[in-house]
T-cell receptor, first 113, second 113 residues
Framework: KQEVTQIPAALSVPEGENLVLNCSFTDSAIYNLQWFRQDPGKGLTSLLLIQSSQREQTSGRLNASLDKSSGRSTLYIAASQPGDSATYLCAVHNAGNNRKLIWGLGTSLAVNP | EAQVTQNPRYLITVTGKKLTVTCSQNMNHEYMSWYRQDPGLGLRQIYYSMNVEVTDKGDVPEGYKVSRKEKRNFPLILESPSPNQTSLYFC????????????FGSGTRLTVV
């Protein structure tokens, strides 16, 4: 059974720091992995999608990597800003009949001015 | 604009009064699903649909119904809502066979009193 773990659960950093959020998963039979951002009580915004055959994806200050064999993904945020404060969720798209997403519980990020 | 539209955004209702949350996507996606999000439990799948007239239970289907009569629409029906169904609900869609990522609606915050 696929399980997704995100570390750390919470993170508080000063503005300008580069930071890394971690996501690990137990079953490498995946279609892809997706990183989302969620502001408190709000919807889910897709940040990056990495297909299982890819190693990384970049969008602006964000870079996500995928190592399927070791069951790990990292989200790198460069030069963090207060507007980056949110919860970051990692979701693994399981291969198989359901094709459902398996979610981590998220990392709550606070970037302090 | 490619999007998933959920309505309503907020809903307060009383126990036992039937309600429907609508979901519509304009991307011609085959796959649609419903999730609920609760503090400490993360996102859990309620129901999913792989195509028109094909629906199946997710992890927490009790107390919910769905239908998929058209490709674009996937309503969530609560026949007799109870307070334990108070939650934040998300509808999502994706292309078939893991070809792309998921797009989520803005969420429906439901309170059952």
């Amino acid at each position: 059974k696929q399980e997704v773990t995100q570390i750390p659960a919470a993170l508080s950093v000063p503005e300008g720091e580069n930071l890394v959020l971690n996501c690990s998963f137990t079953d490498s039979a995946i279609y892809n992995l997706q990183w989302f951002r969620q502001d408190p009580g709000k919807g889910l915004t897709s940040l990056l999608l990495i297909q299982s055959s890819q190693r990384e994806q970049t969008s602006g200050r964000l870079n996500a990597s995928l190592d399927k064999s070791s069951g790990r993904s990292t989200l790198y945020i460069a030069a963090s800003q207060p507007g980056d404060s949110a919860t970051y969720l990692c979701a693994v798209h399981n291969a198989g009949n359901n094709r459902k997403l398996i979610w981590g519980l998220g990392t709550s990020l606070a970037v302090n001015p | 604009e490619a999007q998933v539209t959920q309505n309503p955004r907020y809903l307060i209702t009383v126990t036992g009064k039937k309600l429907t949350v609508t979901c519509s996507q304009n991307m011609n996606h085959e796959y649609m699903s419903w999730y609920r999000q609760d503090p400490g439990l993360g996102l859990r799948q309620i129901y999913y649909s792989m195509n028109v007239e094909v629906t199946d239970k997710g992890d927490v289907p009790e107390g919910y119904k769905v239908s998929r009569k058209e490709k674009r629409n996937f309503p969530l029906i609560l026949e007799s809502p109870s307070p334990n169904q108070t939650s934040l609900y998300f509808c999502a869609s994706s292309p078939g066979q893991g070809l792309g990522g998921y797009t989520f609606g803005s969420g429906t915050r439901l309170t059952v009193v």
